[in-house]
């Protein structure tokens, strides 16, 4: 008979990054101008209008989720992405994949709600917030949110990624 040696690991959780921020950080009509600037392709200045959700992401980052992020705002981003019953972040594109695992998380900056008791909803663990313009909403970028409300309600967004390594 050999000796073996057992252990037995509780199972691994981490609350820091397996969760959803959000938070208030346009007011409507800096909503609305992001929103007319993204539609009418007018990149300058809604990489500007948009700089205060970068700055909150970074806070966020470095007080809740604590990724290794090299910085925010790809190519071609912000992004105007409208979410509707049966939309979620994996259907749009916005999570990982495989030509981009260097994406750490997913910031959706709200700009328009329309219809009643829209929200963002994580399924694991379950979390949501309310749709409400000039909030911006974070995820991990594995993580999938998705549209919960009625069956004729929109929320529009500007989405884009903070960056760093590639998950392994």
Not at 87 to 106: A, I, N, Q, W, Y
């Amino acid at each position: 008979m050999t000796d073996q040696l057992i252990i037995r690991l509780p199972p691994m959780t981490n609350s820091w990054v397996l969760g959803l921020a959000s938070a208030r950080v346009i007011d409507l009509d800096t909503a609305v101008q992001l929103g007319s600037a993204l539609q009418e392709g007018r990149t300058d200045e809604a990489q500007q209008l948009i700089d205060p959700a970068v700055q909150a992401l970074h806070i966020a980052n470095s007080e809740y989720f604590r990724f290794d992020v090299s910085g925010a705002i790809g190519p071609a981003e912000p992004r105007l992405v409208v979410f509707e019953p049966g939309t979620s972040m994996r259907r749009l594109g916005l999570g990982l994949h495989p030509d981009r695992s260097d994406r750490k998380l997913v910031a959706l900056l709200i700009l328009a709600v329309t219809g009643a008791n829209a929200r963002l909803a994580l399924d694991q663990p379950t979390k949501s917030t309310e749709a409400k313009p000039g909030t911006l909403v974070m995820v991990p970028s594995y993580c999938d949110l998705t549209y919960d409300g009625d069956e004729d309600g929109q929320i529009a967004v500007a989405a884009f990624h903070a960056y760093g390594r590639a998950f392994r």
